[in-house]
């Protein structure tokens, strides 16, 4: 079965006022392996980078003796992200079922009061989270994943007595082609989102937002 796998604390020399966080699931397209990542958003504003992926048994296949090597699944994955390196954090934990969603929901503090909305007794892992299967997209597990790679900063800022003060969220997959633009120019009171989504929300493709703003 595979478990959760991370990587050891990191150096606490850094004093980098930026954090990135990335999260997703590992095995999607990657351009240049996160290396454009790191050229033009993670070099330019000299920040610290944070990865929490999620992963199936079989996107690295068996081991050559078949057994099941947490360790060995770890490695393979973190290879795809050769170009992003050095990060300051990552981890890797297994993608959790729709059963293991549902389960996960229906425990969740404001369940009932959210369930009292509607007819929701089917709890769908796809976006919206409550909406239709059409969309096939696993909200849910985005949603955990962004709260992991939350958990990796703050577990980083506890151990090295020190706190960010802009927070970045960019996808893995996302294609940076020209260098992030100065903070310096970018209003820290106001949340910075990518426009163009053409649909109703906000784009998740990418967020700037103060460090005080991260928490909420």
């Excluded at 020399?13 to 351009?31: D, E, H, M, Q, W």
């Excluded at 947490?70 to 290879?79: D, F, P, S």
């Excluded at 981890?91 to 909305?117: G, H, Q």
């Amino acid at each position: 079965q595979l478990r959760p796998v991370s990587s050891k604390p990191s150096s606490c020399k850094s004093r980098s006022t930026v954090a990135v966080l990335f999260s997703g699931y590992l095995n999607v397209s990657i351009p240049d392996a996160g290396a454009t990542s790191r050229h033009f958003l993670v070099e330019p504003l000299q920040a610290d980078s944070f990865v929490a992926g999620t992963a199936k048994w079989e996107d690295c296949g068996r081991l050559q003796d078949g057994t099941n090597s947490t360790q060995a699944l770890g490695e393979c994955l973190i290879e795809r992200l050769q170009g992003l390196q050095p990060l300051t954090a990552w981890s890797i934990s297994p993608m959790l079922s729709i059963d293991e969603l549902r389960e996960r929901v229906s425990r969740a503090a404001l369940w009932k009061r959210i369930s009292t909305f509607g007819n929701y007794s089917v709890i769908n892992p796809f976006s919206p989270v409550l909406g239709s299967d059409l969309f096939q997209v696993h909200c849910l597990n985005e949603a955990i994943d962004y709260d992991r790679v939350f958990q990796l900063m703050l577990d980083h800022e506890r151990r090295c007595r020190h706190s960010y003060d802009r927070v970045i969220f960019s996808r893995l997959e996302a294609a940076w082609v020209l260098p992030h633009p100065p903070l310096s120019i970018l209003d820290q009171n106001v949340m910075w989102v990518q426009a163009g989504q053409s649909r109703v929300g906000v784009n998740d493709r990418y967020a700037l937002m103060s460090r005080q703003h991260a928490d909420i």
